[in-house]
């Protein structure tokens, strides 16, 4: 198969199912043997991580600016949450007061079938620090929403996912790959890579230890959530000094 242009991972996969398929027919007493079993299976090519560098990622950000994706790409590239994370999150999991969210489900589609699934292990469900520019970026991602959701009027689905379709149901993953990140990739002249090796690389613009001035403490009561959500600074992705998603994801200060 490999020899005929297959990939490994396919010719892998096909021998597998083969395996399976004769070990069946084999307990059935329909063969004598598996003869899959005679030969090894093809070894299937190591995936090797193509992170983009951090003026690669800025250049990302700087072609995604105005995109309706725009505070789900700064998430990703901000706090390395996953995709499957990112489109589960709910506007009840954002927490603009505290400066941070919580993850806890991710999106799963299965034979076309959309489910929000409990996360893989309980460190998976954890609650992550935000930078000011995500912050500002789910601000402006929910004024575009919300003119959305007038638009669409009663057939709006009132699901509160942040980041939702032009109806309001979850994105569907495959065609936020084909209809924006890829497009973005090529006009930010960067080669395709995998959203995983994106979210992955952990580059963070403005360090999630500093509060927005909107979420500052006046006096010794907070301000509203409300006002966090209305109130820009000055940053911008390609002005942002990256740094780790370990520093990053810290609590920040009370």
């Avoid at 996953?82 to 489900?105: C, F, K, N």
Wanted: charged share 20%.
């Amino acid at each position: 198969m490999v020899a005929a242009g297959l990939s490994p991972s396919t010719a892998h996969h096909a021998h597998a199912v083969l395996h399976r398929a004769l070990a069946d027919a084999v307990r059935w007493g329909l063969v004598g043997r598996n003869v899959a079993g005679l030969m090894a299976a093809p070894r299937m090519a190591e995936h090797q991580m193509q992170a983009p560098s951090g003026e690669q990622a800025r250049a990302f950000l700087a072609a995604a600016q105005g995109d309706r994706f725009e505070a789900l790409y700064v998430l990703a590239i901000s706090t390395g949450m996953r995709q499957g994370e990112l489109l589960a999150l709910h506007w009840r999991d954002v927490d603009p007061e505290s400066w941070s969210l919580s993850v806890t489900a991710s999106l799963q589609r299965d034979k076309g079938t959309v489910t929000m699934a409990e996360p893989k292990t309980p460190r998976s469900r954890r609650k992550v620090a935000l930078a000011t520019q995500a912050v500002e970026a789910l601000r402006r991602h929910r004024q575009v929403q919300a003119a959305e959701r007038l638009a669409a009027g009663p057939l709006w689905q009132d699901l509160a996912v942040v980041f939702a379709n032009e109806g309001g149901a979850p994105v569907n993953r495959d065609r936020l790959i084909t209809r924006s990140f890829n497009p973005l990739l090529a006009q930010a002249g960067l080669s395709r890579i995998r959203f995983h090796d994106y979210a992955d690389v952990g580059i963070i613009t403005i360090s999630a230890t500093r509060r927005p001035p909107c979420c500052w403490p006046k006096g010794s009561t907070r301000r509203s959530p409300r006002r966090c959500w209305g109130t820009p600074t000055s940053r911008s992705p390609s002005t942002a000094t990256p740094t780790s998603a370990r520093t990053c994801n810290r609590t920040p200060p009370a």
